[in-house]
């Protein structure tokens, strides 16, 4: 919101750097030094314990850096408030429907991951492929709806509506160029792009049937996300989880199950399904977006 955004960054960078000298030593023990020609050090193999163990670390340290640099700029802005339960009531009121709306979204993923191991674990394997694919090009639109929530909130507090409709649709029209872009190039290279994870023969062409339909929706999935944080901005975050749930579980995942084992279309199918709630999703907050930017907002 202070348009402080490296902080973030850099701890993710230390965190990555500390991630896996740490997993090695944790999850192997002495096995993993003497692997790398080190001196053992008394450590037990701690097995998938060790990761996460780890993953609790850098994590920690992640908060440890961005902690410093919200109080350095809290010094450098001058500003001193302390608690305050209009304030902590407002951040409640706006927060938990957006927390419950992250754990849809996740939790859709993951019942589609269950799913998947029903079929077959070749289904299970071109699924996660896939989505460590999808999810490297996510990571654009999920910033760019970061910086959409920061730019039209500041838009709505200034009374400025006409300037948080063009820093919506500017985050929209960006989104969906980027994503226009990496949806090309799953549909050119979708075999390049599977073998970069995996060198089996049965996954590969079962994630590149995946990357059609995940090419198919990033556009919806990039919108969505910068629409969700456009509304953000508004404060309008009710509504979006409303939405969220009923375009995933109402529509989506069931239509999905429809289709993987009634229509007998398998992995497929469930992807098809994933992409049906993502475009209703999306379309549904573009359209509350363009609605609620139209016409005079209160501050929330």
Sequence with gaps: ???????????????????LPLDWLLVFGDGGLLQ??????GMPALGVVGAGLT?????????????AAVRSTGRQSGVSRGPSRTLFR?????????GLQRLAEMGLFSVTGVLMGSISTV?????????????????????????????VGRAVGAGDLPGARRAGLASVLLSTTF???CATALLLVPERLAEVLTDQPRVIEAAVALLMVGAVFQISDGLQSVASGA????????????????????IGLPLGIVLAFVADLGAVGLWWGLFAGLTIVAVALLIRFLRLSARPLAVV
């Design 1 to 19: 919101a202070h348009t402080v955004t490296s902080p973030m960054l850099v701890g993710s960078l230390v965190a990555n750097v500390l991630n």
């Design 36 to 41: 790398l020609g080190l001196p053992t050090v």
């Design 55 to 67: 993953s609790t670390v850098v994590t920690y340290v992640q908060l440890v850096i961005v902690v």
């Design 90 to 98: 407002k951040v409640v009121r706006l927060g938990w429907p957006i």
């Design 123 to 151: 289904a299970v394997a071109a699924h996660q492929v896939t989505m460590t694919i999808v999810a490297t090009t996510f990571m654009v639109p999920l910033g760019i709806s970061a910086a959409a929530a920061v730019r």
């Design 179 to 181: 994503m226009a872009a």
């Design 231 to 250: 509304l953000r901005g508004m404060g309008d975050t009710r509504w979006m989880l409303g939405v969220n749930l009923a375009g995933h579980y109402v």
